[in-house]
C-alpha cells in the first residue's frame, strides 16, 4: 500500500475520473479539483505527496497554480498535463519548475510510470528547511541572515540562500551541478556555464566563513559535485 496523496486538478471530467480511479486502483489517496480557484486553494494548502496539474483551467491558469506552488510549497514534486500542440505551454511548465509532463491523450499505464518514477526520485527534492544550524553558527532562511555565535551577522542573496537550502535539504548527498541549475536556477544546465555554480558555493562559503582550502560545510566530492556536509545534530 502506498500511503502516498496525489491532487489532482483537472478540468475535464471524463479525463480526471479516469486519472481518479487509476490511482485508486493503484491504492494513493487522492484529493481533486475542477477548477483553478479550487485548485489553487488545496495545491497552497497542501497535505499531498505529488501534484497532477492541467495547465488550462477555468480560473486561475495551471501555470499560475505552479508559480504559486513553488513559491509556498517547492518541495512539493508536479506533473503537468497538456494537449499535445502546447510546446510552449510545456517548456513554460518546466521552467517554473515542473518535475515532469505527460501529453493528453495519455494511456494510464504512462501516467502511474511518469507518477512512480517523479516519485521515485524523492533524493532529489530536499526537505524544506526554515533555520540552518552550522559550526559557529545559524542560517535564519526567512531573513536571509546567517547570525555567529558571536553576534556578527551577514546577509545572504535571494539566490545564496535558495542554493543553501537546496544543499541543505540535501544534506550528506552530492549533488551534481546540472542538478543545482535544473533544481535551483531552474533552467536546462546546457544554457549556463556551470561555473556559475562554483561561484556562488564560493560566495557562500566566504559568507559562512567556511575554509575554502579544507572547507567542513559546503565540501567538493570530486567528479560528483557538492554536499552540505554538516550532521543534523550539530550545535
Known sequence: MTNRTVLVIEDDAAIRTGIV????????????????NDGMRMAVRGGYDLLLLD?????????EILAEV????????????????????RVKGLTLGADDYVVKPFSVKELMARIEAVLRRSPERPTDVDSI????????MAR???????????ELSEREAELLRYL???????????????????????????????MHVARLREKL?????????ITTVRGKGYMFAVPRNCK
Do not use: M
Open 21 to 36: 480511479d487509476a490511482l485508486g486502483f493503484s491504492e494513493y489517496e487522492v484529493l481533486q479539483a475542477d477548477n483553478g
Open 55 to 63: 495547465l488550462v483551467l477555468p480560473g486561475p491558469s495551471g501555470l
Open 70 to 89: 513553488r513559491t509556498s510549497r517547492p518541495t512539493i514534486p508536479v506533473i503537468i498535463l497538456t494537449a499535445r500542440g502546447d510546446e510552449s505551454d
Open 133 to 140: 544550524a552550522f559550526p559557529g553558527g545559524a542560517v535564519d
Open 144 to 154: 536571509c541572515e546567517i547570525r555567529f555565535d558571536s553576534g556578527e551577522r551577514s
Open 168 to 198: 541543505a535539504g540535501n544534506r550528506g548527498r552530492a549533488i551534481a551541478r546540472e542538478e543545482i541549475l535544473r533544481r535551483v536556477w531552474r533552467i536546462d544546465p546546457a544554457r549556463i556555464e556551470t561555473r556559475t555554480i562554483d
Open 209 to 217: 566563513r567556511d575554509d575554502p582550502g579544507e572547507p567542513k560545510i
